[in-house]
C-alpha cells in the first residue's frame, strides 16, 4: 500500500506542474485582454481559485471536529505560500521579479492588519461563529473596495465616475469571443491543479499517519503544504514564464483569502477550539512571515534570489520550531 500512494505521489507532481502551466498561460492571456495588470489578476482570479483545496480542507476539518487541522491548515498555508511558493518563484525566476509597490502598501497594510486581528480573536483559544462572521464581513469589504476602486481605475476599464462603477464594464462581442480559449485553459488547468493536489494530500496524509505524526503537525506542515500546491506549481511556473507579477499577487491574494475566507468560513460551521499554546506559536510566527515577506519586497520594489533564500530560510525555521515544540 505505501508503494502505491508513494507512485501516486510522483505521477499527482508531474500533472500538477504541467495544469499549472495552463492555468498560468490563460490567467495572462485574461489579464492581457482586459488590460488589467497582472498584479490585480493574482489577487483575485489567481488568488480565489488557488485557495480553493485550502477551504475545502478547513471547512471539512472543521465540519469532522478536527479543529487543528482546519486552523492549522489556513495559518501552515500562508507560512508556506511565503516562504517557499513565493521564494521558490524568486530563486528560480531568470530574471528579478519587479513589484507594484504603491498596490503592495494598499494590500500589505490590509493584509498585516488582519492577520493581527486573527490572532487577537483567537487568543483565547476559542474562534466562535460571530468571530468567523467577524473575518467574512471584512472580506465583503475588501472585494467591494478592490473591484469597485482599485481594479477598474487603475486597469483602464471605466471611466472612474460613480454611474461607470456600479453598472461595471460592458465588454464587446470580439472581447468575449477572446476570452474563451484562455478561459477554458484557466477552468482545465485549475481543474487538474485540485484533483491532483488533493491526490498528493490523500498520499501525504497516509505517509504522515502510518510516521504516527501528531495531529497539529500534520495540519500545519504536511496539509498545509499539499493544499498550497496550487500557489507552489502556479508561483514557479509564472516565475519561469517571467510572469513575476502574477506569481506575487497569488501570494498575496491568498494570503488575505486564507485568514478571511477559510477561518472565517471554518469557524462559522463549527467554532475552532484549539490550544493556546499552539495559538500563541502559530499566529506570531505567520506574522513575522508575512512582515518579512512584505519588507523584502518593498526593498527596492523588487524580489531577487537571495531574497527568496532568506524567505526560505524563514520557512525551514518554522519547520524545525513546528517538529521541536510539538512533536
Same mark, same amino acid.
Given at each position: 500500500?505505501?508503494?502505491?500512494?508513494?507512485?501516486?505521489?510522483?505521477?499527482?507532481?508531474?500533472?500538477?506542474?504541467?495544469?499549472?502551466?495552463?492555468?498560468?498561460?490563460?490567467?495572462?492571456?485574461?489579464?492581457?485582454?482586459?488590460?488589467?495588470?497582472?498584479?490585480?489578476?493574482?489577487?483575485?482570479?489567481?488568488?480565489?481559485?488557488?485557495?480553493?483545496?485550502?477551504?475545502?480542507?478547513?471547512?471539512?476539518? /472543521?465540519?469532522?471536529?478536527?479543529?487543528?487541522?482546519?486552523?492549522?491548515?489556513?495559518?501552515? &498555508?500562508?507560512?508556506?505560500?511565503?516562504?517557499?511558493?513565493?521564494?521558490?518563484?524568486?530563486?528560480?525566476?531568470?530574471?528579478?521579479?519587479?513589484?507594484?509597490?504603491?498596490?503592495?502598501?494598499?494590500?500589505?497594510?490590509?493584509?498585516? &492588519?488582519?492577520?493581527?486581528?486573527?490572532?487577537?480573536?483567537?487568543?483565547?483559544?476559542?474562534?466562535?461563529?460571530?468571530?468567523?462572521?467577524?473575518?467574512?464581513?471584512?472580506?465583503?469589504?475588501?472585494?467591494?473596495?478592490?473591484?469597485?476602486?482599485?481594479?477598474?481605475?487603475?486597469?483602464?476599464?471605466?471611466?472612474?465616475?460613480?454611474?461607470?462603477?456600479?453598472?461595471?464594464?460592458?465588454?464587446?462581442?470580439?472581447?468575449?469571443?477572446?476570452?474563451?480559449?484562455?478561459?477554458?485553459?484557466?477552468?482545465?488547468?485549475?481543474?487538474?491543479?485540485?484533483?491532483?493536489?488533493?491526490?498528493?494530500?490523500?498520499?501525504?496524509?497516509?505517509?504522515?499517519?502510518?510516521?504516527?505524526?501528531?495531529?497539529?503537525?500534520?495540519?500545519?506542515?504536511?496539509?498545509?503544504?499539499?493544499?498550497?500546491?496550487?500557489?507552489?506549481?502556479?508561483?514557479?511556473? /509564472?516565475?519561469?514564464?517571467?510572469?513575476?507579477?502574477? /506569481?506575487?499577487?497569488?501570494?498575496?491574494?491568498?494570503?488575505?483569502?486564507?485568514?478571511?475566507?477559510?477561518?472565517?468560513?471554518?469557524?462559522?460551521?463549527?467554532?475552532?477550539?484549539?490550544?493556546?499554546?499552539?495559538?500563541?506559536?502559530?499566529?506570531?510566527?505567520?506574522?513575522?512571515?508575512?512582515?518579512?515577506?512584505?519588507?523584502?519586497?518593498?526593498?527596492?520594489?523588487?524580489?531577487?534570489?537571495?531574497?527568496?533564500?532568506?524567505?526560505?530560510?524563514?520557512?525551514?525555521?518554522?519547520?524545525?520550531?513546528?517538529?521541536?515544540?510539538?512533536?
Amino acid at each position: 500500500m505505501i508503494y502505491l500512494h508513494g507512485a501516486a505521489l510522483l505521477v499527482a507532481f508531474a500533472i500538477l506542474f504541467k495544469c499549472a502551466d495552463l492555468f498560468v498561460d490563460g490567467a495572462s492571456r485574461i489579464a492581457t485582454i482586459l488590460n488589467i495588470p497582472k498584479l490585480v489578476i493574482g489577487i483575485v482570479l489567481v488568488g480565489l481559485a488557488t485557495t480553493a483545496p485550502e477551504f475545502a480542507v478547513s471547512v471539512i476539518a /472543521a465540519i469532522r471536529g478536527l479543529p487543528e487541522i482546519a486552523l492549522g491548515n489556513a495559518i501552515g &498555508s500562508v507560512i508556506v505560500d511565503d516562504g517557499v511558493a513565493l521564494a521558490l518563484a524568486a530563486i528560480l525566476a531568470p530574471t528579478v521579479i519587479f513589484i507594484n509597490c504603491r498596490m503592495l502598501r494598499i494590500i500589505g497594510a490590509f493584509l498585516l &492588519s488582519i492577520d493581527f486581528l486573527a490572532y487577537f480573536l483567537a487568543r483565547d483559544g476559542v474562534l466562535s461563529r460571530w468571530e468567523g462572521l467577524i473575518l467574512l464581513s471584512l472580506l465583503g469589504v475588501y472585494f467591494v473596495l478592490l473591484f469597485k476602486v482599485r481594479i477598474f481605475r487603475e486597469s483602464g476599464l471605466i471611466d472612474g465616475n460613480e454611474e461607470a462603477i456600479s453598472s461595471g464594464p460592458r465588454l464587446s462581442k470580439a472581447v468575449r469571443r477572446d476570452l474563451k480559449a484562455p478561459a477554458t485553459k484557466v477552468l482545465l488547468g485549475l481543474a487538474g491543479v485540485i484533483i491532483t493536489a488533493e491526490v498528493i494530500v490523500w498520499s501525504a496524509e497516509y505517509f504522515a499517519r502510518y510516521f504516527a505524526i501528531p495531529e497539529i503537525i500534520i495540519g500545519s506542515t504536511i496539509v498545509a503544504v499539499g493544499t498550497s500546491l496550487p500557489e507552489v506549481s502556479t508561483c514557479i511556473t /509564472a516565475a519561469l514564464r517571467q510572469e513575476g507579477e502574477l /506569481a506575487v499577487g497569488n501570494i498575496l491574494g491568498a494570503d488575505v483569502l486564507n485568514i478571511l475566507w477559510i477561518i472565517g468560513v471554518a469557524s462559522m460551521t463549527n467554532p475552532i477550539i484549539v490550544d493556546r499554546e499552539i495559538i500563541n506559536f502559530k499566529f506570531p510566527y505567520m506574522i513575522l512571515m508575512v512582515t518579512v515577506m512584505l519588507v523584502l519586497m518593498r526593498i527596492g520594489c523588487r524580489l531577487n534570489r537571495y531574497k527568496g533564500f532568506i524567505l526560505l530560510g524563514f520557512y525551514l525555521l518554522y519547520l524545525f520550531l513546528t517538529f521541536h515544540l510539538f512533536l
